[in-house]
């Protein structure tokens, strides 16, 4: 009985252990998990959805983190989806209803990792949370090229599989920055306040070129297939400044969770960021 019962703790030794891991290569903080690029995988980036307004007094918090994320990785992709909750707002995106209810968003500020992950408060203390979310080993790359002339985007995403996939969505937005409006304070970043005067809002949320819970990838995603969509789409009426405007795109697998992403800017030839 004595055996047996240590063959037991054995098993679930090497179960519980077995799950513990990251099949992203990206690591969750719960142990050292080995991240050596493998040759034909991806670089691994990671999505951050901040549902934000500019009335909303501790939305600069998540704002500031963002910022310090930026400073120390560049596989963080940032979008700003705004909201009129209680408070008038101009960036306001009336088509996130269906993706805040599929995360059960209950307040502001709220920030999601790749969709599935609530970044974890303070924000701006847990900067270590994002950046194990990134990695060198996705299962797919996203790469990009892109024109606006005449006022119109022609867009082509193309996505590239070192592993076979089923069940996938692309979602593709348009972002833009350096757009300026006073914003609400009740934190002390960006010199405290009750208000911050013409407060540099990026990477707003200005279009959605696909469902916002993703368009389905309906070709074949085995490993060593390239899907490629094109989107030939008017400039969005509420970009004010073409040249700040940038792309993002990312793939949804079955768990509803972003696998990578990449951000664009008009004009850009991307290639994929395949491991050698």
């Known amino acids: 009985m004595k055996n047996y019962k240590v063959l037991i703790l054995l098993v679930a030794t090497v179960f519980f252990a077995s799950c513990s891991k990251d099949d992203s290569g990206s690591g969750n903080g719960a142990g050292v998990v080995d ?7 991806f670089q691994k980036r990671v999505l951050i959805e901040d549902f934000t307004g500019t009335w909303c007094g501790y939305c600069p918090r998540v704002s500031y983190g963002i910022d310090r994320v930026m400073e120390q990785t560049a596989k963080a992709v940032p979008v700003a989806i705004h909201q009129q909750s209680s408070g008038s707002d101009p960036y306001h995106f009336s088509g996130a209803t269906p993706l805040m209810n599929q995360i059960g968003l ?15 408060y303070p924000e701006n203390s847990n900067i270590q949370q994002v950046k194990n979310q990134t990695g060198n080993n996705a299962g797919l790359g996203v790469a990009m090229n892109s024109t606006v002339s005449g006022g119109t985007i022609n867009l082509d995403v193309n996505v590239k599989f070192a592993q076979d996939y089923t069940n996938l969505k692309l979602v593709v937005y348009a972002v833009e920055d350096n757009l300026f409006y006073n914003q609400t304070n009740y934190t002390s970043f960006y010199g405290g306040g009750s208000y911050i005067s013409n407060f540099e809002h990026d990477n707003v949320l200005r279009a959605c070129f696909t469902n916002i819970l993703g368009d389905d990838i309906t070709v074949t995603t ?5 899907f490629t969509k094109n989107f030939s789409v008017p400039v969005p009426s509420n970009v004010s400044n073409v040249a700040n405007m940038r792309f993002v795109a990312f793939v949804i697998g079955f768990d509803k969770k972003a696998i990578n992403v990449r951000a664009t800017t008009p004009g850009e030839n991307q290639s994929f960021e395949v491991n050698p």
Do not use: C, I, Q, Y
Request: glycine share 12%; aromatic share 8%.
């Open 106 to 120: 209950t307040g502001f500020p709220t920030a999601m990792l790749n969709r599935v992950t609530t970044w974890s």
């Open 35 to 41: 991240d050596t690029p493998v040759s034909g995988k």
């Open 222 to 226: 085995t490993a060593g297939t390239t």
